[in-house]
């Protein structure tokens, strides 16, 4: 059987992924609704809440990975991949909703305090969150890694606030047993803050992905070195890319001596594109060929736009 290639891979990591992300998030939401149950905490509530739009954005966002790996068709010749950032628009709207009704209900327990019971429990169970959490982020740190994924970037940062939460929920709990219940909605409402700007940055990168922003700087130079690195190549500008998804879309003008046979052209920009798809395995390039007049040919290369 022949080997998978990159983009095959990355679609098996994304799936894994999603899965892992979903299942992690039932997991918590169960235990932590017995905590819940169990102590009246309201830091204990805030956390259950904060995994409940966990849960709810990681569904989301496996049904949009999976939609975005579908391939290309007749009415998305470019392929599905901005499902990807769509699902990050709507992560932000959960994120942004569960941080408000925290504010309003840690708002309402500084008016009317209660008593918290079994903390030892709710501290136990808080740790239980942290080490599962954990193990989660160390699996969709590698598929970023390897994937460079908008949506599992942005639904790490659910979990990366989660894991924050929990450590402050501990907190909350170890200071209610030291004789200051106070801090326990203070802790909550200070959670709140955190995942609303988790929100705002999650929702901020999606919007530029849709919006088409630029590549970043360091990867746009490489892709003008490697077409600058061709021995023929006199020439790189009017470099353009963008992310969709799993795809890199890159376009860019070659400028090469005019007198140059139309195949050996279209060669070059062949050679270029071979190695640009070295580096970037998932890119879509697209080269125009710009023919150069001989008094050009001794000119220093430009590169970029």
Same mark, same amino acid.
């Given at each position: 059987?022949?080997?998978?290639?990159?983009?095959q &891979?990355?679609?098996?990591?994304?799936?894994?992924?999603?899965?892992?992300? /979903?299942?992690?998030?039932?997991?918590?939401?169960?235990? &932590?609704? =017995? =905590? *819940?149950?169990?102590? @009246?905490?309201? /830091?204990?509530?805030?956390?259950?809440?904060?995994?409940?739009?966990? =849960?709810?954005?990681?569904?989301?966002?496996?049904?949009?990975?999976?939609?975005?790996?579908?391939?290309?068709?007749?009415?998305?010749?470019?392929?599905?991949?901005?499902?990807? !950032?769509?699902?990050?628009?709507?992560?932000? !709207?959960?994120?942004?909703?569960?941080?408000?009704?925290?504010?309003?209900?840690? =708002?309402?327990?500084?008016?009317?305090?209660?008593?918290?019971?079994?903390?030892?429990?709710?501290?136990?169970?808080?740790?239980?969150?942290?080490?599962?959490?954990?193990?989660?982020?160390?699996?969709?740190?590698?598929?970023?890694?390897?994937t460079?994924?908008?949506?599992?970037?942005?639904?790490?940062?659910?979990?990366?606030?989660?894991?924050?939460?929990?450590?402050?929920?501990? #907190?909350?709990?170890?200071?209610?047993?030291?004789? *200051?219940?106070?801090?326990?909605?203070?802790?909550?409402a200070?959670?709140?803050?955190?995942?609303?700007?988790?929100? *705002?940055?999650?929702?901020?990168?999606?919007?530029?992905?849709?919006?088409?922003?630029?590549?970043?700087?360091?990867?746009?130079?490489?892709?003008?070195?490697? @077409?600058? #690195?061709?021995?023929?190549?006199?020439?790189?500008?009017?470099?353009?890319?963008?992310?969709? @998804?799993?795809?890199?879309?890159?376009?860019?003008?070659?400028?090469?001596?005019?007198?140059?046979?139309?195949?050996?052209?279209?060669?070059i920009? &062949?050679?270029?594109? &071979?190695?640009?798809?070295?580096?970037?395995?998932t #890119?879509?390039?697209?080269?125009?060929?710009?023919?150069?007049?001989p008094?050009?040919?001794?000119?220093?290369?430009?590169? @970029?736009?």
């Amino acid at each position: 059987m022949p080997p998978a290639n990159p983009s095959q &891979k990355n679609d098996r990591l994304l799936r894994i992924a999603t899965y892992a992300s /979903s299942s992690t998030a039932i997991l918590l939401i169960g235990v &932590k609704a =017995a =905590a *819940w149950f169990q102590t @009246g905490s309201l /830091s204990i509530m805030a956390s259950l809440v904060d995994s409940l739009m966990d =849960a709810a954005a990681s569904i989301l966002n496996l049904l949009a990975v999976r939609y975005s790996l579908k391939s290309p068709d007749a009415d998305h010749q470019f392929g599905h991949g901005k499902a990807e !950032s769509l699902a990050g628009l709507g992560q932000a !709207s959960f994120i942004a909703g569960s941080a408000i009704f925290l504010m309003i209900h840690a =708002a309402e327990r500084l008016n009317n305090p209660h008593p918290i019971k079994d903390i030892n429990m709710g501290i136990g169970v808080m740790l239980f969150a942290i080490g599962a959490t954990l193990i989660l982020l160390a699996v969709q740190g590698y598929v970023i890694r390897r994937t460079n994924s908008t949506a599992i970037r942005a639904d790490a940062l659910h979990y990366q606030t989660d894991l924050l939460t929990n450590i402050s929920t501990i #907190a909350a709990l170890f200071f209610v047993a030291s004789g *200051w219940p106070i801090l326990d909605p203070l802790c909550a409402a200070g959670i709140s803050i955190y995942i609303l700007y988790s929100a *705002w940055h999650i929702g901020h990168e999606a919007m530029q992905n849709l919006m088409d922003r630029e590549l970043d700087d360091k990867t746009r130079k490489a892709i003008c070195d490697i @077409g600058l #690195a061709h021995e023929t190549v006199l020439g790189v500008h009017d470099l353009r890319t963008r992310q969709s @998804g799993q795809t890199m879309v890159i376009q860019l003008h070659l400028d090469l001596a005019e007198n140059l046979p139309l195949a050996d052209a279209h060669q070059i920009a &062949k050679e270029v594109e &071979k190695k640009i798809i070295e580096s970037f395995p998932t #890119a879509d390039v697209i080269i125009h060929q710009d023919p150069v007049p001989p008094e050009h040919y001794f000119c220093k290369p430009q590169s @970029g736009n």
